[in-house]
């Protein structure tokens, strides 16, 4: 999840996507601690929200089937404009606005060529190492839970 | 990066207060049909959509009311703007669209293939939003029906000769029909489904 | 005739006062926190989220906090909150088959890939008070083991493998599913707007329902197929992108209740499935949703209709409590002006019988005036 990525310009989509969804699951105080580090911070223009709404969250009919609507979530999005004339988009469960603003500026900034190693390095390579560290214990936790079932006595067949 | 800048630009600057000034325009503009209602509220939308069509797009189109526009709208960054400032879709299909977005200089098609409504849900309609050049000179029509004492004189600029004609057809479907809001710059002028042109 | 009166705000403004002081309650205990209602209250939260339709777990711990508990009233409110914020999307499905499994658990076979994981479960406890939580003592920390490797396989795959199971219900591809939340309900609905009702439907009507098809009422042979319980991931195509991205992850309950079925002249005798999905962790809400949501299929499955749960209009015009309790409680408000009316049309009866049954019964007096 976290292997390093060549810093050539532009970046495939699929790298973008990975930046945008580890953006998604970034805490606040992890935007707020790399912005605080950046040593130049960038000009920023907003260009929309940060706003709240809802997203519709879709399942599927016998969990594979034809989709219906389950019921929706919040959603806070941003999207803002560097001083370079780079775009960047956030879109994240929850209300934090604040959150947004910053995950916006941050896929902006890994854009960026120069700034993309610093992104990766003091925001993206972390928060992915935490999210790893979250699910393999959940994991663990769960597995502890297994039941191993063993035969009792059957009698005589 | 395949993001256009030019539809990540402009928008409402205040969402809520602007939305809320452009739909008392609007509301007033449908109960007095006829009447010229003027935006004050910047858009900063790209060409070559005008102000109170970008007000009106912006103020009640989302991600519920698929957007159809004509092919001079169409091929510039309309499009995107509309979709990204209110989520609302593109469609190629007249049918599917609660609002179509036409230049009266490209031509003003038939009603027909938008959505009318139902005789049990005629508001489930398609709302027409039309540029034109200019209110206050070019051709005298007069208006008459609900919200209009008597009659009311209004002069367009650029709207087709046979806009009439495509206007009484609309009139036959009551209650079924489109509503049309007419725009030059930024002004509008709203014509609901019960005016009649005499 | 309708007589307007005012008055009472006064009061109405000293009752909502009072409210608050009790809802704070005995100001020497500390106040409870958002954080510590999302912590340990997780079940009434994932209830409120669950039947609010809308998952955010700050806010409906600030509603229940706000209702003093009270869940439906906290449902309300998320309800009502809702209603102020934009639509900005609608995700892709949520693909309950690449879940972070927390618990998974199967009736129909006791040896399956991933095996049965129980989670944090009340199952199995023996339902005694614990004067121990009286304290704040201290906690363990749980167990750990290296989890299995390999993927979590539904149980509805195992049995289609054979054929013996009736495939996932598929819609038209090109038909968008219906939303309740914007369109007037019509009946006869399709099962994509019944499972939406039902995943928002009060936990208590639902589980009643359920139950009563189990004691007869509409049976249909039911076991669980498998039940799990874990977060997936929620995307959301970006056009502005041109890709989906994902917002981050959701917990959610699955149920797929399996359900005998002897077949029909179109179809051969095999296993038919109700299906239940909930937001958070909510097992009887589910297993109840998917009894219900196979129920209604009678008619789809030409089984007789015969009970309250195959009855569609019955079931989903009653399932959604903010509804129920917005009928039920308006009647507590005044109705001063209705009242008078039928008491003038008693007493008027009255005096018709009084009138043909003579004199010698003399006059009715009457308490209420």
Known sequence: MSEPLPTSSPPPPEARRRTLSLLARASADELRAAWDALPAKPEVKPVRGPETGLVMVRGRIGGGGGPFNLGEATVTRATVLLGSGTAGHAHALGTDKAKARLGAIFDALWQEEQTRPYVESRLLAPVAARIEAEDRKLAEETAATRVDFFTMVRGDD | MNT????????????????????????????????????????????????????????????????????????SAVGEWIAFHTGAAMVQEKAEAKFAFLQASAGVCSFDLFASGTQEYPDRSATVVIEVSAFGEGRSFTLAGPGIRDQSKVSIAGLPAMFDEIWRNNRTLFPRGVDVILTAGASLLCLPRTTKIA | MYVAVKGGETAIDAAHR????????????????????????????????????????????????????????????????????????????????????????????????????????????????????????????????????????????????????????????????????????????????????????????????????????????????????????????????????????????????????????????????????VFGQSERKAMSMSLVDRALRAEELGEDVTAPAQDEEFVISHADNVQATGFVEHLKLPHYVDFQAELALVRKMRADIGATAGESNGPVSEAAE
């Open chain 2, 4 to 75: 256009n800048l030019q539809a990540l630009s402009g928008g409402f600057a205040q969402p809520v207060l602007n939305a809320q000034a452009v739909f008392r325009l609007l509301m007033d503009g449908m109960s007095r049909p006829g009447t010229i209602q003027t935006t004050a509220v910047e858009t900063g939308q790209p060409a070559p959509l005008g102000q109170a069509a970008a007000a009106v797009a912006l103020t009640l189109c989302d991600a519920d009311t698929p957007v159809w526009l004509q092919s001079s709208l169409a091929k």
């Open chain 3, 18 to 277: 009072l409210l608050a002081d009790r809802r704070r309650g005995d100001r020497s205990l500390p106040s409870l926190t958002i954080e510590q209602i999302a912590e340990q209250l997780a079940l009434a939260v994932d209830r409120v989220m669950a039947e609010a339709s809308l998952y955010d777990r700050t806010l409906a711990a600030l509603a229940i906090r706000q209702s003093r508990g009270d869940l439906i009233e906290a449902i309300f409110l998320l309800r009502a909150y809702r209603t102020t914020l934009p639509r900005l999307g609608t995700s892709a499905p949520v693909d309950t088959a690449q879940m972070k499994i927390e618990r998974r658990i199967s009736a129909t076979y006791k040896d399956l890939p991933g095996g049965q994981v129980l989670g944090p479960t009340f199952d199995y406890t023996h339902r005694l008070l614990d004067p121990s939580l009286l304290a704040d003592e201290g906690v363990d920390e749980p167990l750990r083991k290296e989890p299995l490797a390999g993927a979590t396989t539904r149980v509805s795959d195992i049995l289609a493998g054979e054929g013996l199971i009736e495939h996932d219900g598929m819609l038209p591809e090109d038909q968008p599913p219906g939303d309740l939340t914007r369109e007037p309900m019509e009946f006869p609905m399709g099962r994509d707007l019944r499972l939406q009702a039902l995943a928002r439907g009060d936990e208590g009507f639902l589980l009643a329902l359920g139950y009563s098809t189990q004691r007869g009422y509409g049976r249909n042979h039911p076991f669980v197929g498998e039940i799990r319980i874990g977060e997936v991931d929620v995307e959301l195509d970006l056009p502005e992108l041109g890709f989906a991205v994902s917002l981050g992850r959701i917990q959610v309950t699955e149920c797929q209740m399996v359900n005998q079925f002897k077949g029909s002249a179109k179809a051969p005798p095999q296993f038919t499935r109700g299906y239940g999905l």
